[in-house]
């Protein structure tokens, strides 16, 4: 005859270690050295880098009208039309984070000829209806590189325009300037951390193979 069935009490800390194995705290303790570093010497960490063929697309959003001390004041209300566009998924592209879009075309609704235009809202398909309020602006199909750096956030905004620049260079394109030139800042998941001033934000720029 087989014994009964015995529970078996199994205290929590014999399977969870009281202090943590080394190489989680070297892991954490170099993740902080490198924090520190960024914040105190403005250093930036390349991430990753890829190339997107877009078909045609129509960026929505809401342009700011102002000046460059506008920018922030729309973000902190992207709040009140980012959940629309979100909601929107039939819609969506291969770029799916919020962005930051600019150009120099006059082709957003040929109100403002030559000014730039920073538009904060998504990339979303060709003929994707525009929320009431919001501006648009169609784009035919581009071949865009997207380039994701980690760091402060102000240091990013500094450096890695000019960075992006460099590693599609080095990857063998050009940036289509000025002829059907756009950029956009993109904000990756990481962008606003929980806790700490690091994170990390993309950099997306038309572009083409060089000639030759």
Not at 20 to 31: M, V
Not at 123 to 131: H, R
Not at 165 to 175: H, N, V
Request: aromatic share 10%; proline share 6%.
């Amino acid at each position: 005859m087989s014994e009964p069935v015995r529970r078996i009490d199994q205290a929590a800390e014999s399977y969870a270690p009281k202090t943590k194995p080394e190489i989680i705290s070297l892991t954490e303790e170099q993740a902080r050295a490198e924090a520190e570093d960024m914040i105190e010497n403005r250093t930036v960490v390349f991430e990753s880098v890829r190339y997107i063929d877009l078909p045609a697309t129509r960026f929505i959003g809401r342009d700011v009208a102002g000046g460059p001390e506008q920018y922030g004041e729309m973000w902190g209300r992207s709040g009140e039309f980012m959940p629309t566009l979100n909601a929107m998924t039939e819609y969506a592209t291969e770029i799916t984070d919020p962005c930051a879009l600019m150009h120099f075309s006059n082709r957003k609704h040929d109100e403002l000829g030559g000014e730039m235009h920073y538009i904060v809202g998504k990339f979303l398909k060709a003929g994707a209806p525009v929320p009431a309020g919001l501006d648009f602006w169609d784009m035919a199909p581009a071949t865009v590189g997207l380039a994701v750096y980690r760091g402060e956030f102000t240091a990013m905004i500094d450096k890695c325009m000019m960075l992006s620049y460099d590693q599609f260079l080095a990857d063998g394109y050009e940036i289509t300037y000025p002829l059907n030139y756009f950029h956009a800042e993109v904000y990756v998941k990481e962008n606003i951390p929980e806790d700490g001033v690091i994170s990390k934000q993309g950099y997306l720029h038309a572009i083409r193979k060089k000639e030759g």
